[in-house]
């Protein structure tokens, strides 16, 4: 409408005109007037929606966190309640654990179990040890009884005698094997001690602990601080184990890594126009009210996407075929707002109308007398949106029909 009665003075003139001379008005004597009109109007209309593109396409987007029981099992506590706001590690819902303790019980009788056979060892070594120190004296005298036999035997004494010589030698045998087997049982332990005990020890550790994890896993705790948005969970339901089903789901509160942004999604013939850093406005319809304050609100282009999702690959085994991808797809644009205290004013997940601006033409146009005006025609297409707000606002409260 702006449009149109911007450019319709050569119609206007060229009537003036024919009322001032007396002749009549037809179609005939203004068509050129007209075909003008028609002319100034579409340059109009491509100059200003080319330089100063909008969309409707635009929408608050926020992350949320589905919350599942790693184990799954009967609920029997829910602490929380939907609209709570809940910190890192505070406690979400509680399933049954019977059988969890019931592991971690008899893990810790295994572990408990290898202890007692540790110092049932120990033990055993101490008497193993004294028992090769006995074996070794008992050596040592069959050795000295030994040698006082073969000294009579070389020396031919008349005391000598054969039986009493054999009688020696299988004694010193005998006390010989004796400190062979102390040394060997000694030896048997020390390595039950040393290694099969402790290899024993760390394997029912291992599975005092997984059992110690399992049992933790029917406690679920937040991983993250935000608000429980939607609760579908109740004492005596099992819980689901699928992010798919999620028991609940919380929206993490907003930080530094994590800014608000209005994603606006431009045809793809706007790339040769929009750039980072450039001008923009925003009008989200949680914003808008009968008074317009804190509605349409300064924002600036702080990223543009160089990929358009419309191509996006996926391993499904199927071939892409274009002609399956509807729709041309979207130029995705970052916005933010100029002034950071007015992000309380938005809503996560609304929708949104954003404007941008072009303040610096490129080109050939650049410092001409052309540029100035496609610059200054952000003033008529600023006036455009605010009518559309309007527009929102009417449709918002169902004067323009609809539900």
């Known amino acids: 409408m702006i449009e149109l009665l911007i450019t319709c003075f050569p119609l206007l003139l060229r009537i003036a005109y024919l009322r001032w001379r007396g002749r009549p008005v037809t179609l005939y004597n203004v068509h050129r007037a007209l075909f003008v ?16 593109p909008d969309t409707r396409n635009a929408l608050i987007p926020y992350r949320v966190v589905p919350i599942v029981a790693e184990r799954g099992g009967t609920v029997i506590e829910v602490p929380v ?6 910190k890192v590690g505070d406690l979400l819902f509680n399933v049954d654990d019977s059988s969890e303790k019931a592991a971690v019980a008899s893990a810790q009788a295994a572990v408990g179990e290898v202890n007692s056979q ?21 050596l040592n005298n069959a050795n000295l009884t030994l040698s006082e036999q073969q000294a ?8 000598y005698t054969i039986n009493r010589y054999e009688n020696a030698k299988a004694e010193q045998q005998k006390a010989a094997a004796d400190v062979n087997a102390a040394n060997a049982k000694l030896e048997a332990l020390q390595v039950q001690l040393d290694q099969v005990l402790p290899s024993e020890l760390k394997a029912a550790e291992a599975s005092l602990d997984q059992a110690k994890v399992n049992l933790d896993k029917t406690k679920v705790h937040s991983s993250v601080s935000g ?6 969970l109740n004492v005596g339901d099992r819980a689901a184990q699928f992010s798919v089903n999620p028991a609940m789901v919380i929206v993490p509160d907003r930080d530094a890594s994590d800014p608000i942004e209005i994603i ?7 790339s040769a126009v929009l750039h980072v850093g450039m001008p923009a406005e925003v009008a989200c319809e949680n914003n808008i009210n009968s008074g317009m304050a804190n509605t349409v609100l300064a924002a600036r282009i702080v990223r543009i996407q160089d990929v358009v999702a419309t191509g996006q690959l996926g391993p499904t085994g199927v071939l ?3 002609s399956d991808r509807r729709g041309p797809g979207d130029l995705v644009v970052h916005v933010q707002l100029e002034h950071p205290e007015q992000n309380a004013l938005l809503v996560d997940g609304t929708r949104c109308l954003v ?29 455009i949106m605010r009518m559309k707000v309007w527009i929102m606002l009417f449709a918002g409260t169902g004067l323009m029909g609809g539900d």
């Not at 009579?152 to 005391?159: A, E, F, H, R, T």
């Open 37 to 52: 009109w028609i002319v100034l109007f579409v340059a109009l209309i491509f100059t200003v929606e080319y330089y100063h």
């Open 81 to 86: 309640k939907a609209g709570q706001s809940v």
């Open 118 to 138: 540790i110092d049932v060892v120990k033990a055993q070594i101490k008497e193993a040890a004294a028992d090769l120190d006995r074996a070794k004296a008992g």
């Open 152 to 159: 009579l035997k070389d020396k031919n004494s008349p005391v």
């Open 227 to 232: 608000r429980i948005e939607q609760l579908t």
């Open 264 to 270: 606006a999604g431009f045809s793809q013939t706007n």
């Open 320 to 322: 892409m075929q274009p």
């Open 355 to 383: 404007q941008a601006y072009t303040t610096r033409i490129s080109g050939s146009l650049q410092g001409t007398f052309m540029g100035g005006i496609i610059q200054a025609w952000a003033l008529e297409k600023a006036l």
